[in-house]
Structure formats: structure tokens, C-alpha cells
């Protein structure tokens, strides 16, 4: 498990050049997934700002290893749109508040988020619905 607070700030690294492509700036979230659908770069040449998830071969205390520079380009065609998840305001889709994210918990191997954390309390993962501008829309507990 790792958290998204962990990632930011790691260098990016190609595994067939050992090439640094820039550092973690934030991870953006496939809400119809539940899993990260891509790292976005900083100090990375414009072109290769957004690497897709599945250019990723590991990622962890360290660093975040890509397969290659042009692994790392491709399939950013099919990407959502990056709202910023940690943060925002979180609503259950009946519109109740349940606070603002802390973190977020995803597994490095597949990009699954394991765990959203809020102010008011753990939300698992396969409660996300959705992610905006306004806020991170989620399942309502069930009773």
C-alpha cells in the first residue's frame, strides 16, 4: 500500500535507460476504475508531463520506475480529466458531507484505491463514484 501524499516529490525513472523523466506531482484518479489513471510530472518536458499508468513497472519508497521514455508517452490519448482528489470535498451521492480528503490509499502494483482518508472517517475504496471540480462523490454507507 501506498498513499498519494507518499508519491509526490519521488523521481520518475525509465528502467531500460535509468533516465529521469521528472518528480511526482500528483496522481490523477479514474473515478470509473477506482484506480490511478496516471502520474502528472514536474520538470518534465511538456510532451511527457503525464505518464499512463500502465508505464508503470513499480513504484516505491524511492522512486516510481517507468518501462521506458516511450512507454511512458504513450496511451494518453483515453486519460480522464486531473481533478485534484487529495483535498477535496468528499459527498455521498445523496449529497451529505463526510469531509475533506487527507489521502488516499492505492495498491503500487495495480493502481487500485484501496482506501480514501477524510476528516470524518476511512471511505473504502469501491465506494468512489465520482470526481470533479467540487468535489469526490462517493457511495453513501449502507445500513
Known sequence: MMLFTQTRGLPVVTADEAATLGTVKDLTVDPHSRSVACLRLSGAPKDAAVVDWSAVEAVGKDAVIVRSRHAAGAGQD?????????????????????????????????????????????????????LGSHAMVVHAERA
Do not use: C, M, N, Q
Request: no cysteine.
Open 78 to 130: 483515453h486519460l480522464p480529466e486531473h481533478h485534484e482528489a487529495v483535498g477535496s470535498r468528499v459527498l455521498t451521492e445523496y449529497g451529505v458531507e463526510h469531509g475533506t480528503v487527507k489521502d488516499i490509499a492505492f495498491e503500487p502494483a495495480t493502481g487500485a484505491i484501496l482506501t480514501v482518508y477524510t476528516a470524518l472517517g476511512d471511505i473504502a475504496g469501491e465506494r468512489l463514484i465520482g
